[in-house]
C-alpha cells in the first residue's frame, strides 16, 4: 500500500466525533451478528479452511452461479492485488481519479499502467486489463450497466476488471454476476466488507469465468480469510440483513447535502450518485481543513489530495444523518467564511 487510505480515525482516537471519510454506511445493525458471533466465538481457537470454500459456495448459490465461478477473498483488497499479480507484466489502463490501490497493485507486479490518454492507448499491448470502479471512489459517479456490457463484449480481446464494492450505495443498477455467464474477459470483484458494513473483518469476492477463477486460487496464499470472518461471511450470507433500512431515504439525505454544500461560497462539487461526494475547495488548502475540523468540531474528513490527478483542494465527505450532516454543513460554512475574510 503505497499511498495509504483516507479512513485513518486511528490517528485520532478520542477526538473523532463524527466521521465523514469513510464510505461505508454507520448506521448499521450488527446486532444479529454480534450475537451469532459470540455464540460461535470457539472457532477462533482453530485454523479456518485454507480456502473459504464453504462460504464460497453459500455464496455462490445466492448469486445463482456454478461455485467454481466465486473466490472469496479479505476484502476487495486482496482481490485486486491477486489480479494484479496473475497478470504480472501486463499492460493496465486506470482511468483518472480513482481508487489508489489499482494503481499501487500493478507497479508492484511490474504492470505498464497507463492512465487512459488516446496516445499511450494507441501503442499499448494486447495484453491489457483495464480496471473501473464502478460507483467510482472517490467521484461517485457510476457508469451505465448495459454501456459497460456493451464495451467488454465488443472487445473480447481486453479483460476487464470491473470494481463494484459501492454496488449496494446506488439506486443505479450494476452488473449481476449471472448475467455474465458467457463474459470470460471480466472480473467482477464485490465488497461484502462494504454491503454489511463489516469494513474491519476483510470480506469480498471475485466473479469470473471458472478458468480464471482456478487461476487465482493457485496463486493465492492459503489462511488469507481469518475464522471469525469466514463464520460472519456465512451468517451474513444466509441471513443476508438489510444494513441500510431505507436506501432510498439515505441517498435522499446524501443529495440534500450536495445541494447544501454546493451553496456554500467556495466550494464546487462533483455529481454524485452514491452515498459519498467529491468536494472541491476554491481557496485554503485540505490539509488545514482537515485539521481545523477535527480540533475545532472533531468532525473528520477525506483528504482526497493523493488520489492522482487531484490536488490539496480536493476532500471527500459521506452522509451521515440530517443532524450529523447538519453539524458538518454548519463547520464548512464557518471554514470557509474565515478563509474568504482573510484573517486565517
Given at each position: 500500500?503505497?499511498?495509504?487510505?483516507?479512513?485513518?480515525?486511528?490517528?485520532?482516537?478520542?477526538?473523532?466525533?463524527?466521521?465523514?471519510?469513510?464510505?461505508?454506511?454507520?448506521?448499521?445493525?450488527?446486532?444479529?451478528?454480534?450475537?451469532?458471533?459470540?455464540?460461535?466465538?470457539?472457532?477462533?481457537?482453530?485454523?479456518?479452511?485454507?480456502?473459504?470454500?464453504?462460504?464460497?459456495?453459500?455464496?455462490?448459490?445466492?448469486?445463482?452461479?456454478?461455485?467454481?465461478?466465486?473466490?472469496?477473498?479479505?476484502?476487495?483488497?486482496?482481490?485486486?492485488?491477486?489480479?494484479?499479480?496473475?497478470?504480472?507484466?501486463?499492460?493496465?489502463?486506470?482511468?483518472?481519479?480513482?481508487?489508489?490501490?489499482?494503481?499501487?497493485?500493478?507497479?508492484?507486479?511490474?504492470?505498464?499502467?497507463?492512465?487512459?490518454?488516446?496516445?499511450?492507448?494507441?501503442?499499448?499491448?494486447?495484453?491489457?486489463?483495464?480496471?473501473?470502479?464502478?460507483?467510482?471512489?472517490?467521484?461517485?459517479?457510476?457508469?451505465?450497466?448495459?454501456?459497460?456490457?456493451?464495451?467488454?463484449?465488443?472487445?473480447?480481446?481486453?479483460?476487464?476488471?470491473?470494481?463494484?464494492?459501492?454496488?449496494?450505495?446506488?439506486?443505479?443498477?450494476?452488473?449481476?454476476?449471472?448475467?455474465?455467464?458467457?463474459?470470460?474477459?471480466?472480473?467482477?470483484?464485490?465488497?461484502?466488507?462494504?454491503?454489511?458494513?463489516?469494513?474491519?473483518?476483510?470480506?469480498?469476492?471475485?466473479?469470473?469465468?471458472?478458468?480464471?477463477?482456478?487461476?487465482?486460487?493457485?496463486?493465492?496464499?492459503?489462511?488469507?480469510?481469518?475464522?471469525?470472518?469466514?463464520?460472519?461471511?456465512?451468517?451474513?450470507?444466509k441471513h443476508d440483513p438489510k444494513m441500510i433500512p431505507d436506501l432510498r431515504a439515505y441517498?435522499?439525505?446524501?443529495?440534500?447535502?450536495?445541494?447544501?454544500?454546493?451553496?456554500?461560497?467556495?466550494?464546487?462539487?462533483?455529481?454524485?450518485?452514491?452515498?459519498?461526494?467529491?468536494?472541491?475547495?476554491?481557496?485554503?488548502?485540505?490539509?488545514?481543513?482537515?485539521?481545523?475540523?477535527?480540533?475545532?468540531?472533531?468532525?473528520?474528513?477525506?483528504?482526497?489530495?493523493?488520489?492522482?490527478?487531484?490536488?490539496?483542494?480536493?476532500?471527500?465527505?459521506?452522509?451521515?444523518?440530517?443532524?450529523?450532516?447538519?453539524?458538518?454543513?454548519?463547520?464548512?460554512?464557518?471554514?470557509?467564511?474565515?478563509?474568504?475574510?482573510?484573517q486565517h
Amino acid at each position: 500500500m503505497i499511498y495509504g487510505h483516507g479512513d485513518d480515525v486511528f490517528r485520532y482516537g478520542d477526538q473523532v466525533k463524527l466521521n465523514f471519510s469513510s464510505n461505508v454506511y454507520n448506521g448499521a445493525d450488527l446486532s444479529g451478528l454480534k450475537d451469532y458471533l459470540m455464540q460461535h466465538f470457539d472457532v477462533v481457537g482453530h485454523y479456518p479452511e485454507p480456502r473459504p470454500h464453504q462460504l464460497e459456495c453459500l455464496l455462490a448459490e445466492s448469486l445463482g452461479v456454478p461455485d467454481n465461478t466465486i473466490m472469496v477473498t479479505n476484502g476487495a483488497n486482496e482481490a485486486i492485488y491477486l489480479i494484479a499479480q496473475l497478470y504480472k507484466g501486463w499492460s493496465s489502463v486506470i482511468p483518472q481519479p480513482t481508487f489508489n490501490e489499482y494503481e499501487d497493485a500493478c507497479k508492484t507486479f511490474s504492470h505498464l499502467v497507463s492512465y487512459d490518454s488516446a496516445d499511450e492507448l494507441e501503442v499499448l499491448p494486447d495484453d491489457r486489463l483495464y480496471w473501473l470502479c464502478n460507483p467510482n471512489n472517490p467521484t461517485g459517479n457510476v457508469l451505465n450497466k448495459n454501456l459497460l456490457a456493451h464495451i467488454i463484449r465488443q472487445n473480447p480481446r481486453y479483460l476487464y476488471v470491473i470494481d463494484q464494492s459501492y454496488a449496494d450505495y446506488t439506486l443505479h443498477p450494476t452488473l449481476e454476476p449471472k448475467e455474465l455467464a458467457n463474459y470470460y474477459n471480466v472480473l467482477l470483484i464485490h465488497s461484502l466488507s462494504k454491503r454489511y458494513c463489516i469494513p474491519g473483518l476483510r470480506l469480498g469476492y471475485i466473479y469470473s469465468s471458472p478458468i480464471i477463477i482456478d487461476r487465482l486460487q493457485h496463486i493465492r496464499q492459503p489462511w488469507t480469510v481469518n475464522a471469525l470472518a469466514i463464520e460472519a461471511g456465512k451468517y451474513l450470507v444466509k441471513h443476508d440483513p438489510k444494513m441500510i433500512p431505507d436506501l432510498r431515504a439515505y441517498l435522499e439525505e446524501a443529495s440534500r447535502l450536495h445541494a447544501e454544500l454546493s451553496a456554500i461560497e467556495g466550494l464546487m462539487l462533483m455529481d454524485s450518485g452514491t452515498n459519498f461526494m467529491l468536494v472541491n475547495m476554491e481557496e485554503g488548502n485540505t490539509f488545514d481543513l482537515k485539521r481545523w475540523l477535527i480540533e475545532q468540531h472533531g468532525i473528520l474528513i477525506r483528504d482526497a489530495s493523493n488520489f492522482r490527478g487531484l490536488d490539496n483542494h480536493c476532500f471527500r465527505v459521506t452522509a451521515r444523518t440530517k443532524e450529523e450532516d447538519d453539524q458538518l454543513i454548519a463547520a464548512l460554512k464557518q471554514y470557509m467564511a474565515w478563509i474568504a475574510s482573510g484573517q486565517h
